[in-house]
C-alpha cells in the first residue's frame, strides 16, 4: 500500500531522527492527566497516584503479522494501538498512555509513515489515550512496530487469567471468525493479483 507513484514521496533522511519524530507526533494532544511529560524529553513521566499500573506490549513484523500489499498503513497504525489496548481492558484496567516505537526501511517514504501515525491519532482519539514516546530506527527488513500500552485500576478490580471460575459468564462482541474469513478473502485476492497485477474490481453496477 506504499507503491502510488503519484503520490508524492519525501525521503525520510530529509528530516533526520528527531526531525521524524517531531513531524509524526506534532498532532498528539494530552487528554490523561496522569500524564505529567510526554513526548520531548528523554522518559515520559507518568502519576497514578494510588492506582496499579498495568503495562503490556506487542511487536508487529512485516511478512509475519501483516502484509502490506492488502492493508493500508493508516488500518495497520489503528491495529497496532488496538492489540495492546486489549490486553489492558482484559485486566479490567483503564488504558492511560502508549508508547510506539517503528524500525523502518528507505523503501518507505515520510507520507507513508504520515498515513501510519495517522491511524495510531485516530486510536488515541477514541479511546482517550496519550502517545507519550517511543523511538525510531531503520530497519532492512521492512516495517516493524512495537508499542506499549499502560492502564491504572484499583487493586482490587484488578481480572487477571487465573481468576475465571465455573459458570462465569463469557461475552464477547463481533461476528466470531470473521477476521479468519476477511483474511482468507484477502490472501485468495493477492494470489490473483499476482497472476495478473492490473486486474481491477468489476464496480460498474457500484457507480
Known amino acids: 500500500m506504499i507503491e502510488d507513484k503519484n503520490q508524492q514521496r519525501t525521503s525520510i533522511s530529509e528530516l533526520g531522527e528527531f526531525g521524524l519524530i517531531e513531524h509524526l507526533t506534532q498532532h498528539f494532544e494530552v487528554k490523561q492527566t496522569s500524564t505529567v511529560k510526554g513526548i520531548g524529553d528523554d522518559a515520559a ?11 503490556t506490549t506487542d511487536l508487529l513484523i512485516e ?9 493500508p498503513l493508516k488500518h495497520l497504525g489503528y491495529k497496532a494501538i488496538m492489540v495492546n489496548l486489549s490486553d489492558v481492558y482484559a485486566m479490567n484496567a483503564e488504558a492511560t498512555q502508549v ?9 518507505f517514504p515520510l507520507e507513508a509513515l504520515e ?18 514516546g517511543g523511538d525510531t530506527t531503520s530497519s532492512t ?3 516493524i512496530i512495537s508499542v506499549t500500552a ?3 485500576v484499583d487493586e482490587k478490580d484488578v481480572v487477571y487469567r487465573n481468576g475465571a471460575k465455573p459458570n462465569d459468564l463469557l461475552v464477547v462482541t463481533g461476528d ?20 495478473n497485477p492490473n486486474n ?8
Open 45 to 55: 513521566v507518568l502519576d497514578f497516584k494510588s492506582k496499579k499500573v498495568v503495562v
Open 63 to 71: 511478512h509475519v503479522h501483516f502484509d502490506l500489499s492488502y492493508m
Open 99 to 107: 508508547t510506539v516505537s517503528i524500525a523502518v526501511s528507505n523503501r
Open 115 to 132: 498515513e501510519l501515525y495517522a491511524g495510531i491519532d485516530v486510536a488515541s482519539k477514541i479511546y482517550g489515550i496519550d502517545v507519550v
Open 141 to 143: 527488513t521492512g516495517l
Open 150 to 152: 499502560i492502564g491504572q
Open 176 to 195: 466470531l471468525g470473521a477476521a479468519y474469513m476477511g483474511l482468507q478473502v484477502l490472501e485468495r485476492e493477492k494470489e490473483v493479483f499476482k497472476v
Open 200 to 207: 481491477q474490481p468489476d464496480l460498474d453496477l457500484y457507480t
